[in-house]
């Protein structure tokens, strides 16, 4: 929850437990990388108006974010707990996601997207509790951001039965953890219409 009291001492820009708007960090010349992927302005000369951009980096930092995972987290838990296999109360709860995450009922097209979603999600991740605990961390550093990206070609419509690519490693985080990132990692979250 964003601390909207007006003053206040500075905070570092990457501090995870920071509540307050980027006016209250702390900067020297040269601005954090994280802000300059969403139109930070150059702190060096003015401007009368900032300029808005919409490029790979911002999607990829919403695919490999600790703060986005952990608002995902959030969501998933928020959604309340798994459901059966049934499909009538997986719909449920992605109805129940949809009216948080966009405020409005899924459509029929994104409960079936999201039905599918979910079941390439637990196919990847009984892969990846099937796993060893020792297989080596080093090769599937990114695989939870691999597998997220193309699950989350699904939650956007842009290839609907485009599954995993086949060298995509396993992940440990749940289908709906994964599957309250993509929706926060879709287009519509990103911009008010």
Known sequence: MMDERGGG???AVNNPNSKKRTIYTRFSRNPDNFLTLFDYPDPNITSEQRSNTNVPT???FFLNSDLVQREADALAARLGPDPANSDEEKTARIQKAYRQVFDRPASEAEVQRGLRF???ADELYQ?????PA???Q????NAPARARRAAAVAVD???EDAPPPP???PTKMTPWQQYAQALLSAGEFYYVE
Request: a negative charge.
């Open 9 to 11: 001492v500075p905070q």
């Open 58 to 60: 911002q999607g990829l």
């Open 118 to 120: 979910l079941k390439k």
């Open 127 to 131: 892969v990846a509790l099937a796993e």
């Open 134 to 136: 020792s297989a080596p």
């Open 138 to 141: 080093a090769s599937s550093a």
């Open 157 to 159: 419509g842009d290839e």
């Open 167 to 169: 060298s995509a490693p």
